[in-house]
DNA sequence: TGCTCATACCTAGTAATACTAGGTATGACA
DNA sequence: TGTCATACCTAGTATTACTAGGTATGAGCA
């Protein structure tokens, strides 16, 4: 994947992530990897910060808590979250149909 | 349209409008606001330090030419441009298809 | 025990790039 | 003459994914 694609989406699909189940820093880019089939195959600097942000903005909330008998901070999605990820789901139809049209091989 | 969702797609958007015909920095931001449905409707200040990133890469080349009776400067697509629009249309394909999988809702 | 490794979290600084806010110039038209 | 849309440009800003470093833990192994 090249440099700037992600730009402008990565905050939704952590909060699509969010929205199946709850999860840590950790398991969100294992998460991604997955679902995208090795398309999303991010480093760790890129989803603390983003994390951080989203629960600065309010559409996330972190709590400590055990998991497999360690400590994770585990984030989950709160309302504005949820309202977020519907209006990203949105932007992003609106925008992949723009972008898919426009890119199109045109007529010869 | 948010912010930064258009980072790492506007170069490609503007090789495709290039490819239908060779076009100057000012009809390129109406092509697109048209083929987009007004999804696009860009500032000046997009369009030509990245037609100038996009000459200084050598995808595309300017010439200066009379359009209705007035100097434009008109760019067209060299050989590189053709590949890289290629390329772009694939990571797009790709790209695309990963995010709306995952933006796609999950099972409740 | 000591060593390595994967896991897990973090941050300061960097790079890339769309955008803002300003500028200049031209021709059409009232 | 004045205004407007068109047309081109650039210096600086904001945003954000990433790089490159750091620390800590537990498992497995020699």
Redesign the interface.
Known sequence: ?????????LE??IL??L??RPAYGYSILES?RT???G??DLPEGTIYPALHRLEDAGLVKSTHEMVDGRQRRVYHLVAAGYGSLEK??K??Q???A??????A??PA
Chains 1, 2 share one sequence.
């Open positions: 994947m090249s440099n700037q694609q992600l730009k402008g989406h939704a699909l699509a992530t929205e199946i991604l679902s995208s089939a398309v999303f990203s789901r932007s992003w609106e925008f992949s723009a972008v898919t049209n426009i890119l091989v045109n």
